[in-house]
């Protein structure tokens, strides 16, 4: 006998609406649960149940789609979204979250249609205004950026996240007092942001406001020890003014920081130079080698270190190897001339003035070098025809009027000799360059007295 269901139709077919509602619920909020535990792959398989059940589910592709860009399947991101665009053209979140997605495939142009979208339907809606001006800003449309974060500002102000790309922007554009506007209002709004202080701080920095700079960085430090890069910029801007032992100290502590960071070891190289440490400038040139041993300026800094020790064949080693890596470094090649002239070897000295002038022949400094060269090999016309040069290029080059006053009086020339010295006196006087001006005062004296 045939058993008959108690049921009619209609109320069963109810009941199973419900059931299966209340399994997409289930599905769903598992769905959900495993994506905040980043259980990704059980996630969709939740959220694929769940459109099974209901294929117009649109919030299911929208979560979907966030699941897939977790994973960095974007194509598949996009696709949920597109769905759910078609079963609901008016939702501004799927366009806004479809060209999130477009924009980090560099698929731009696709990208800000669907931003542009997104805030048509929704005029208040923040996170398209600023998503579609970090598109404007990547692809250097810089005022449609300032734009559309001056939207998000508009909407939300204390959103410090706009404030700060506006800044950046506004810094990129040589706007400073706009920049540092938007860094201060950061700092109005959250006195423990690190990051606006350090920003302004590089503003301050590129207006050559070390002062600022420096209470900035300071301030960034304070907020957050770990903040190399403050450290680093802080040490730059003692070293802007000459206050070398704090910039030495700045360095040590980005050294302790980032030991692996050859840039800092050459910094703080300088800097010991400055202090005249030249046996500590030597050690750290020396880490930089061996943290980038490719880097001609590690080798360029020791040999000049070395120089000023009076160590000159490591000197002339280094300002080798620094050509040998950048063949057109001249001021290698300079400097190892004047180490050659220091060493009396004006024919190695000369050889190296010229290969300097091949990459640097505007260089009054390089001809007015070669002239003393030439000097002291009695090369008296050549040494005329270097200093000549030098004051050509230079018109004010006392060096080189004085330098050519002692071969016009070498070649007997008195009256050349007087003039030259005469120019060479008043430049240093104008130079403040009193023991050189006292100097020429003197040999214009013994002249005048027939000495």
């Known amino acids: 006998m045939e058993q008959k269901s108690n049921l009619k139709p209609q109320y069963y077919n109810q009941e199973l609406t419900e059931f299966n509602q209340n399994l997409v619920t289930t599905y769903y909020q598992r769905g959900k649960t495993n994506l905040r535990l980043k259980n990704y792959l059980a996630a969709l398989q939740d959220f694929d149940t769940v459109l099974e059940i209901d294929p117009q589910n649109v919030k299911t592709y929208l979560i979907r789609g966030y699941t897939y860009g977790e994973i960095k399947d974007f194509n598949q991101e996009i696709a949920n979204y597109s769905t759910a665009i078609v079963l609901n053209p008016r939702l501004a979140k799927a366009y806004r979250s479809r060209g999130y997605a477009y924009g980090i495939l560099q698929q731009y142009q696709q990208a800000i249609t669907d931003l542009k979208q997104a805030v048509e339907l929704d005029p208040n809606y923040?996170?398209?205004?600023?998503?579609?001006?970090?598109?404007?800003?990547?692809?250097?449309?810089?005022?449609?950026?300032?734009?559309?974060?001056?939207?998000?500002?508009?909407?939300?102000?204390?959103?410090?996240?706009?404030?700060?790309?506006?800044?950046?922007?506004?810094?990129?554009?040589?706007?400073?007092?706009?920049?540092?506007?938007?860094?201060?209002?950061?700092?109005?709004?959250?006195?423990?942001?690190?990051?606006?202080?350090?920003?302004?701080?590089?503003?301050?920095?590129?207006?050559?406001?070390?002062?600022?700079?420096?209470?900035?960085?300071?301030?960034?430090?304070?907020?957050?020890?770990?903040?190399?890069?403050?450290?680093?910029?802080?040490?730059?801007?003692?070293?802007?003014?000459?206050?070398y032992p704090n910039a030495w100290a700045s360095y040590s502590e980005v050294i302790n920081l980032k030991p692996r960071l050859a840039s800092i070891y050459r910094d703080r190289g300088y800097v010991s130079g400055k202090l005249k440490d030249f046996t500590g400038a030597i050690a750290d040139y020396t880490q930089g080698i061996k943290c980038e041993p490719q880097h001609p300026s590690n080798y360029y800094h020791r040999g000049n270190a070395y120089s000023f020790l009076r160590q000159d064949q490591q000197a002339i080693a280094d300002y080798t190897k620094c050509i040998e890596l950048e063949p057109n470094y001249h001021q290698a090649y300079f400097n190892r001339g004047v180490t050659y002239s220091l060493r009396r070897e004006y024919h190695k000295a000369i050889d190296d003035y010229n290969l300097a002038l091949t990459t640097k022949s505007q260089s009054p400094v390089i001809y007015n070098n070669r002239g003393i060269a030439y000097q002291q090999l009695k090369q008296y016309q050549q040494a005329l025809a270097d200093y000549t040069q030098a004051i050509f290029l230079d018109s004010d080059y006392a060096d080189a009027y004085y330098n050519r006053a002692l071969v016009h009086h070498l070649l007997e020339n008195q009256q050349k000799f007087l003039q030259d010295l005469t120019i060479a006196q008043n430049l240093f006087l104008k130079q403040k360059k009193v023991k050189l001006a006292q100097r020429a005062s003197e040999m214009i004296q013994q002249l005048d007295q027939g000495i």
């Open 126 to 243: 923040i996170q398209a205004y600023f998503n579609l001006a970090c598109i404007y800003h990547l692809l250097a449309q810089h005022h449609l950026a300032i734009d559309n974060f001056t939207q998000v500002i508009n909407l939300d102000p204390q959103n410090a996240q706009a404030y700060y790309h506006r800044g950046n922007i506004y810094q990129y554009l040589e706007d400073y007092p706009a920049a540092i506007d938007d860094f201060t209002q950061i700092i109005v709004y959250n006195p423990d942001h690190a990051q606006a202080y350090r920003s302004r701080g590089q503003v301050h920095f590129q207006r050559e406001n070390y002062r600022s700079a420096i209470i900035d960085y300071s301030q960034a430090i304070f907020l957050n020890p770990q903040d190399w890069q403050s450290l680093y910029y802080q040490g730059h801007s003692y070293r802007q003014l000459a206050d």
